[in-house]
């Protein structure tokens, strides 16, 4: 079977960096008035911890340690997405807030669930290297 691989040569190429980008601007944007400071500092760790996860497995410049480090911030995602339900239980999120979030997180997870599909059947490459 003759499969093309495609090379990623930065994690800003990554569309699931992009949009976990997005979901940590908007979740601080919602959570700036929020004064339960522990929830809104443990809810901005977690989303930041997805972008922040992605980049960094990428830089480790192997498909191996860079699955390792998607399956980090798909967690990071679930966590953000447990966050949401009790931010709004207690009322944090305005429902449109709700939605724009739970919108972005869904559509980050299903990003990430992808991209560990494609980089496990070596469809994408970090950098050119060869999944070891």
Known sequence: MNRETMVINKFEDLDAWRVSR???VRTYFHLAGCRDYGFKDQAQR???SIMNNLAEGFDRKSNREFVRFVKIAKGSCAEVRSMLCI???L??????AEDELRILVGRVGRMLCG???ALEDSKYQVRG???D
């Open 22 to 24: 997005i979901l940590a």
């Open 46 to 48: 977690a989303v930041i």
């Open 87 to 89: 931010g709004s239980d």
């Open 129 to 131: 290297t060869k999944y």
């Open 115 to 117: 991209l560990l599909r």
């Open 91 to 96: 009322g944090y999120f305005s429902p449109v």
